[in-house]
């Protein structure tokens, strides 16, 4: 059954959404207890153009038909082939919808469309519903050799 997301609007992030999504990403991760940190691990969205779009990869927000916004997920480029799945978080009234679905399949096709081969991702345990998601698009876990602080599982899956 194809799930109904016309109360909602997913458009390409700019520097102008940078305080609306550092809120949200904050807020979620300290909902389940883990730590923002704006000097290294979420530094990335000081400047989202720079650290995403002019290096190849794309952040998308959710909003709703009043401009609140209600999602985030970004593609990373780490090198030429592999890129990384950062900063998927959902305000409570948008869980439980089936937008995480629709949002990393459609995170994934971007990613293929690209020309990426791999896709990275981090979670902590804490995320249960986030990686029950990621297991049912056969993402593996790996050991990475480095991993953010808050972090204490890595996956991948070759696209």
Same mark, same amino acid.
């Given at each position: 059954?194809?799930?109904?997301?016309?109360?909602?609007?997913? !458009?390409?992030? %700019?520097?102008?959404?940078? /305080?609306?999504?550092?809120?949200?990403?904050?807020? *979620?991760?300290?909902? #389940?207890? $883990?730590?923002?940190?704006?000097?290294?691990?979420?530094?990335?969205?000081?400047?989202?153009?720079?650290?995403?779009?002019? !290096?190849?990869? %794309?952040?998308?927000?959710? /909003?709703?038909?009043?401009?609140?916004?209600?999602? *985030?997920?970004?593609? #990373?480029? $780490?090198?030429?082939?592999?890129?990384?799945?950062?900063?998927?978080?959902?305000?409570?009234?948008?869980?439980?919808?089936?937008?995480?679905?629709?949002?990393?399949?459609?995170?994934?096709?971007?990613?293929?469309?690209?020309?990426?081969?791999?896709?990275?991702?981090?979670?902590?345990?804490?995320?249960?519903?986030?990686?029950?998601?990621?297991?049912?698009?056969?993402?593996?876990?790996?050991?990475?050799?480095?991993?953010?602080?808050?972090?204490?599982?890595?996956?991948?899956?070759?696209?």
């Amino acid at each position: 059954m194809e799930q109904d997301f016309s109360d909602v609007t997913i !458009r390409a992030a %700019t520097n102008n959404d940078v /305080e609306r999504v550092k809120q949200l990403v904050f807020t *979620t991760l300290r909902e #389940y207890e $883990l730590s923002p940190d704006p000097e290294t691990t979420d530094a990335d969205l000081m400047d989202i153009e720079a650290s995403y779009l002019k !290096r190849g990869g %794309t952040f998308e927000v959710i /909003e709703d038909a009043v401009g609140n916004l209600l999602g *985030t997920v970004g593609l #990373y480029p $780490l090198d030429e082939e592999t890129c990384e799945l950062r900063k998927m978080y959902f305000a409570p009234k948008l869980r439980g919808r089936g937008l995480g679905r629709h949002m990393l399949e459609r995170t994934i096709n971007n990613a293929r469309r690209l020309g990426f081969k791999t896709m990275q991702l981090e979670t902590a345990s804490v995320l249960e519903q986030a990686i029950k998601l990621y297991t049912r698009f056969e993402f593996k876990p790996f050991e990475a050799a480095h991993k953010s602080a808050r972090s204490d599982q890595t996956y991948f899956l070759n696209l």
